[in-house]
């Protein structure tokens, strides 16, 4: 019997949470196999079986446990359940044909034992958390290869294999390790063999006999066959139905209490007039971003102004030129370029706006690093554009169709985190109309874009429906005057207006394409 305790994730973490376990108690695992997730209060990882046997859970989902608690055991003197092989059924079709291409002999690179070292990932960083080997001690790996996975204080990377050979750990998972320290070493006098390349040709699709029945729901909703006839009969929509069935199913009794009951929607599958309340803990990264927020509320003097522009302008250009930009660049004409371009501009005409205080100097930028805000699964993360002032607007999209994904995949590196010297954040995607943003300390100034609303403006003396938006930018007063905030967003309006300025061209709508 051996225990599985919580490993050191970062000198700065006490305690972590155990969100889930990915095996359940009672189940046979096998060495290295994951079998519970765990959150620090800046990322998440995953917790391996350090021997096969039959794993005895100790700790439950949601519980807080500090380093080096034990989390569950496993009896490895346990015998590994037999496999049943169950029978292959005979295929309607003909088998598909199986191409391969033969094995070319191994070949050793013969460099000898080389080291994998820690990368330098950042100025500030001196040392990383080994969360994961990706290969086993002893596998034989190819160049290039991911092997291990490292975590910084404010992201994830991967370390891939220098060449190939077999693989030897020089550190365990959870160890924590300085930059340039070797972590691994692979022996390049050790042949690995090609891979043997099989590809098979996919299976027709058998057509549905005509009198095949038509599926009525779709197959991610729950629902008893007669439950389904009436949500298809009467277009009822699913959502609007509380379950009552086993695992969530819908009933047809459900059905029929929403139809008689239109406009009442129960709260998380609770009955009617439930007054059921829930407690649920604060996961880490969580209780980062609120202490991050409330730092910066209690260490700056923030003050929000406001000011609208009229996005009509705008809104023209993308209507008209929309489908040639994606054509031309792979990626859609959005609007945060137009925001990002204006802001740079602005940025470098008042530049206290994108400058910090440090101690008792001021630290002026001379170059505009835009941070977005983006909304993710697991809380607000907030990567960073590099000199915006550079970039075309086509240059711009794609850093934030980049950005974005990697957020919510959370595959960001500590350089797309690090630094920043001026936020956007845009409320009006989720429905925002007004809202005063938090600044993103160390920066003193965050831009607040919000939801396009049409509304009646005195135009030349005449009423005009305009698509208008609110901004707001949030600023530090200590470094920033009033003069200098009203003047940077009104600077901002003027160019959003008359977007033909972040072109700087005779043919703006020409160089748009181009750039």
């Not at 706006?353 to 630290?363: E, F, L, P, R, W």
């Not at 100034?445 to 005195?458: D, F, N, Y």
Request: with cysteine; net charge negative; glycine share 6%.
């Amino acid at each position: 019997m051996i225990e599985i305790k919580v490993p050191t994730v970062g000198e700065s973490i006490t305690e972590v949470t155990l969100i889930k376990w990915v095996v359940p108690n009672g189940t046979y695992v096998q060495r290295d196999q994951v079998i519970a997730e765990i959150e620090s209060e800046k990322a998440t990882f995953e917790v391996n079986a350090e021997q096969a046997g039959t794993l005895e859970t100790l700790i439950a989902e949601n519980d807080t446990i500090a380093i080096g608690s034990v989390i569950a055991k496993i009896d490895t003197s346990a015998k590994a359940p037999e496999v049943a092989v169950a029978p292959v059924a005979p295929s309607v079709e003909a088998p598909a044909e199986v191409v391969s291409t033969a094995a070319e002999p191994a070949k050793a690179v013969g460099k000898g034992v080389i080291e994998m070292k820690v990368p330098t990932i950042g100025e500030s960083i001196t040392e990383v958390t080994l969360v994961k080997w990706t290969k086993a001690a002893g596998s034989l790996v190819r160049r290039d290869e991911v092997i291990a996975e490292f975590e910084s204080e404010k992201a994830t990377f991967e370390l891939n294999a220098e060449e190939a050979g077999e693989l030897t750990h020089k550190a365990a998972e959870g160890d924590t390790i300085k930059i340039g320290d070797v972590v691994a070493s692979i022996n390049t006098d050790v042949a690995v063999p090609n891979e043997v390349v099989a590809t098979a040709a996919a299976p027709k699709a058998v057509p549905a006999p005509a009198n095949a029945p038509v599926t009525q729901v779709d197959n991610a909703i729950k629902a008893t066959p007669v439950a389904s006839a009436i949500i298809a009969d009467k277009k009822v929509d699913p959502a609007s139905v509380t379950p009552s069935g086993y695992g969530g199913k819908i009933m047809k009794n459900d059905v029929l209490e929403a139809l008689n009951n239109p406009g009442k929607k129960a709260i998380n599958n609770q009955p009617l007039h439930s007054r059921n309340e829930r407690k649920e803990k604060m996961s880490n990264l969580r209780k980062t971003i609120s202490r991050r927020l409330v730092e910066a509320k209690n260490t700056t003097a923030m003050l929000t102004t406001f000011n609208e522009v009229d996005m009509t302008a705008i809104l023209e250009i993308r209507k008209v030129y929309k489908d040639k930009f994606k054509e031309q660049h792979g990626v859609n004409l959005g609007f945060m370029s137009f925001f990002a371009k204006a802001c740079a501009i602005a940025l470098g005409e008042w530049p206290a706006v994108n400058a910090y205080i440090d101690g008792d100097s001021i630290i002026y930028h001379d170059y505009a690093d835009i941070s977005i805000a983006v909304s993710t699964p697991k809380g607000l993360t907030v990567p960073v554009m590099r000199n915006v002032e550079s970039l075309s607007m086509a240059d711009i999209e794609k850093k934030v169709v980049l950005l974005a994904g990697k957020a919510r995949d959370n595959k960001l590196t500590m350089e797309e985190l690090t630094g920043g010297t001026f936020t956007i954040t845009n409320g009006g995607v989720f429905g925002s109309l007004m809202s005063t943003p938090i600044i993103n300390i160390p920066q003193s100034a965050i831009l607040g874009m919000h939801k396009i609303q049409e509304r009646p403006m005195a135009i030349n003396g005449k009423v005009e429906i305009r698509p208008m938006m609110y901004l707001a930018l949030s600023y530090d007063h200590r470094i920033i005057d009033g003069k200098e905030s009203v003047s940077f967003l009104v600077r901002v309006k003027d160019l959003l207006e008359k977007p033909e300025q972040l072109l700087i061209a005779k043919d703006p709508v020409k160089a748009l394409l181009e750039l």
